[in-house]
């Protein structure tokens, strides 16, 4: 807090997801939806995909909550993982360059690579369509390799199509469409709408569209729950990668290549295993904002 008038921020980017990143250690912050959803307007606020708030933790080296552009609170954010880790390193909040972060989703573990460049052990996925959360009752399903796919009705419009999706949570909720060729707009536009507020996944979905060039890289557009496409989503990343690790078509280190960068995740196959994300995290300036 500047004075009781302004509100000091940091603008950060991880891959061109961006964010607005408050420092709440002092607990003195009201971060009521209306604040939240002004400092991420892009006409009339600071402008953000998220808003994240460091705060102090009883469990871990800190709390971090994380906020969508709509004003939600949310469970998990990975690319504002590696700017939170970034961040509070910066601005001598820690000397250490590995942390332990509580989330809504658990301990996540950021490691600051080199300046700029960071890498965080996410914790286990969860494919179990309650854990996502995801309502898959009386839904066709099949496995391919490890994973298995729901045939889910989307009514985007005029047609009633049906797709074979995967689920997924980093923590917080994913579907993962699959593609013959690169996602366009139209496409992403359209089902990703749809499906981030399709009646089978209560507290909405993220939504990506996932296409493999070959077993060490992908393709992935991600429509956020909260936001719309953004140029890249660290746990879309995660989930995807892991997605298609389990359904065999991808090793079990991938580069997910988006249009704000490039996020490389590790995951060796076991379901209690962590998923490890490695990528870029980077500061665009200082500023003051006034209430
Ligand atoms: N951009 C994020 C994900 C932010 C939260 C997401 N929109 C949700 O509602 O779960 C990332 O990098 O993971």
């Known amino acids: 807090m500047a004075n009781s008038n302004t509100l000091k921020f940091t603008k950060m980017h991880g891959a061109g997801n961006d964010f607005v990143v408050l420092d709440n250690c002092a607990g003195q912050l009201e971060l009521t939806p209306a604040l939240i959803k002004r400092l991420a307007d892009r006409h009339f606020g600071v402008g953000a995909d998220q808003v994240l ?3 102090s933790s009883q469990v871990a080296d800190f709390k971090y909550r994380i906020f969508n552009a709509d004003g939600q609170e949310v469970q998990q954010c990975g690319n504002g993982a590696r700017c939170f880790a970034q961040y509070v390193f910066d601005k001598g909040l820690t000397q250490k360059n590995q942390i332990k972060v509580e989330t809504l989703a658990g301990i996540i573990q950021p490691e600051l690579i080199k300046h700029n460049w960071v890498k965080v052990n996410m914790g286990p996925a969860e494919f179990e ?16 390799g490890a994973m298995t796919q729901y045939k889910l009705p989307v009514d985007s419009g005029a047609d ?23 996602a366009t707009d ?10 981030e507020s399709h009646p089978r996944f209560p507290e909405r979905v993220n939504v990506g569209f996932l296409y493999v060039v070959d077993r060490s890289r992908v393709h992935l557009r991600v429509y956020e729950r909260g936001v719309g496409e953004t140029l890249a989503c660290g746990t879309g990343a995660c989930a995807a990668a892991v997605v298609g690790m389990k359904m065999g078509l991808i090793a079990d280190c991938v580069d997910v290549v988006k249009a704000g960068g490039t996020l490389t995740i590790e995951w060796s196959g076991q379901e209690d295993s962590h998923v490890l994300m490695t990528g870029p995290a980077q500061t665009v300036f200082e500023g003051e904002f006034h209430l």
């Open 160 to 182: 009633l199509e049906e797709l074979w999706v995967g689920v997924a949570s980093m923590g917080n909720p994913h579907v993962v469409v699959l593609l013959e060729q690169p």
């Open 186 to 195: 139209e496409l992403v536009q359209r089902l990703g709408a749809t499906l």
């Open 129 to 144: 369509p309650a854990k996502v959360p995801f309502v898959s009752e009386g839904l066709a399903s099949r496995k391919v």
């Open 53 to 55: 708030v460091v705060e």
